[in-house]
């Protein structure tokens, strides 16, 4: 969407705000022993409890054949995204990583954010990929200014991760983001700069990179959601809704 008003701008910041004390308190719960379901549980009910709405719930993206099921995406390990809490259940184990991706609607607008967590100690090459992935994620941000363009982004997250020795996943990226979960423009994490859609001031647009640690080749599971990695790396992800100012991105979901 295009902020187009204050009342419109207060919403897309208060719903940032909220949508961050939920991430930080998932974060806080993840643990050895803790399950994907309970992490689902949290965060509806905190979403609930603000009188928000968890857009995630009951939404149907382009190219799914139904809804999607839980309030947060959890993805383990070599899972890459949209893994589903409640239908498998499963439990953190020491060592693992764990992707929870979330959306809530406040005040009619939608923000959208994500964050990868360690389960206990994590090996050195992971430490390294949550590291350059947010890296990325925060390249991505200074690239987003007005007059620059989505090209510009790509390159700056994909500059980011393969610098590190890891691999950008094609088939997924950002998005606009506000007026529904999903719009125009998409936002690969690669690109050329100067390409790509202008970027103008009172976008907002949610910011995505996802990487892998071995191979870029992605393979969605039966359930119609679960990406994984083809060949079993771990993968990482790190998202913010930011909105286009004449300064330069601000981040809503910090
Ligand atoms: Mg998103």
């Known amino acids: ?3 187009a ?3 419109e701008r207060e919403n897309l910041i208060e ?7 939920v991430l930080e308190a998932l974060r806080a719960k993840v643990a050895p022993g803790v399950t994907t379901e309970e992490l689902d549980d949290l965060a509806e009910a905190m979403i609930r409890d603000d009188g928000d709405e968890p857009c995630f719930l009951g939404y149907t ?3 799914a054949g139904r809804a999607y099921p839980a309030t947060l995406c959890v993805s383990i390990n070599d899972e890459v995204v949209h893994g589903i809490p409640n239908e498998t259940v499963k439990t953190l184990k020491e060592g693992d990583i764990v992707g929870l991706d979330l959306g809530l609607r406040h005040g009619g ?6 964050i990868t967590v360690p389960v206990g100690k994590v090996n050195d090459e992971t430490k390294k990929l949550l590291y350059a992935t947010e890296a990325a994620l925060a390249a991505g941000i200074a690239a987003a200014s007005p007059g620059n363009h989505v090209g510009d ?3 700056a997250i994909q500059q980011e991760i393969e610098a590190a020795g890891f691999s950008v ?7 606009g983001v506000g007026d529904r979960v999903h719009e125009e ?5 690669y690109g050329r700069p100067g390409r790509g859609e202008l970027l103008s001031e009172g976008m907002v647009l949610a910011l995505e990179p996802i990487s892998s640690a071995g191979k870029a080749a992605v393979i969605l599971a039966p359930d119609g959601y679960t990406y994984r990695t083809k060949d079993g790396s771990r993968s990482a992800h790190f998202e913010h809704t930011i909105l286009l100012e004449s300064s330069g991105a601000r981040i809503i979901t910090a």
Do not use: Q, T, W
């Open 1 to 3: 969407m295009i902020i």
């Open 5 to 7: 008003n204050d009342s």
């Open 61 to 63: 993206p382009d190219g």
């Open 109 to 114: 607008i939608v923000v959208d954010a994500a």
């Open 185 to 189: 423009p998409f936002i690969p994490n």
């Open 169 to 175: 996943i094609k088939e997924l990226g950002g998005h």
């Open 15 to 21: 719903g940032g705000k909220r949508l961050a004390a």
């Open 153 to 155: 982004i790509g390159y």
